[in-house]
């Protein structure tokens, strides 16, 4: 029997966990497969010892009505933080320039607990039932009720709707092992985008790194260089002790590429080099070091929403950053509205 009041989400992302928040405000329960260990997708925070680091999105902008209403208004704030210090930009030449006074204007916003604690607010706040470890191997419709294969070999449903919510690859392979798909779904074709690929390395060392004063962090603003992004996380306040140090690089897609395939020494190695490159009073002597690779870091570009719209008329919706571009604020802020579409769509019913 279908639960009317009841739809499944494929991906634990803020996109997902903010349509499960936008689900539950509409009265509606949400259940959510998550293939990896934990939530929140590239909002991810690691801890070791006595510090943490973010080693996906870096931070958070409220800049959209939608955003600040979730981040500011909606969801618990005590432990929401602005990063102080500005961004400034470097070329593919190492030259570091002066940060733009606007957009350091606005706060860039961090939680003292790490990145992570918005997904953990969202899925507080959503009341979802989250399935870890959980990957999904296709869909189906039979009447008006959705079921969910699972990768495991189980099924799950039906539900009222089911939310895409997963990086570009994973919902294609996701609707390519899906069967008895309504025929505007079928007749559809997945939306696609390319996704940049990132090596984030953080490394821990003590002492200064030699950044510039009042800088938090550098943005490489011509693409030219093998670093896109370098932050001091130990200025995010709350990220670690006195005296312990951490730097943070995410490597261009052009230099992550080619080199996901090596071993976490050789890529912290051959990063740092370029980092000793930018920070010229950095001595590069470091205690530990932690890599990730995002091998769907950021799309090119942005989706249109009408791509998608033949997929809604038989109750399957889309959200992720795919249709924003890849701010963590904007991806919650689409995944709301999707929420709040398939709310609509299951009330006319």
Sequence with gaps: MIHERSVAIVGAGVSGLGAAYALRRAGLRAAVFERAATIGGRVATVERGPVRFDTGAQFLRTDTPGSEEIILRKLPRGDLIDIPGEVRPFAADGTIGEGDPAQNGQPKWVYRRGLVQLAWLLHEASGATVHLNTGIAGLSREGDGWSLSLARGAEAGPFAAVILAAPGSASAAILDGSTRLPATVAAGQPPSLRYRAIVSVTWGYAGESGGPAGCYALVNSDR??????????????????????????????????????????????????????????????????????????????????????????????????????????????????????????????
Excluded: C, N
């Design 224 to 349: 030219g260089h093998a670093i896109s992004w370098l932050a001091f996380e130990d200025r995010k306040p709350g990220y670690a002790p006195a005296g312990a140090g951490m730097l943070t690089a995410q490597m261009a897609d052009s230099w992550s590429r080619p080199r996901m395939a090596l071993s976490d020494g050789a890529l912290a190695a051959e990063a740092k080099l370029s980092a000793l490159g930018l920070l010229k009073g950095w001595s590069g002597e470091t205690r530990w070091s932690h890599v990730t690779r995002w091998a769907e870091a950021l799309p090119e570009g942005t989706l249109d929403e009408r791509a998608v719209h033949a997929y809604e008329t038989g109750g399957l919706f889309f959200t992720g950053d795919a249709f924003t571009g890849g701010r963590a604020h904007l991806a919650l802020e689409h995944g709301v509205g999707v929420g709040e579409r398939v709310a609509a769509a299951l009330e006319r019913r």
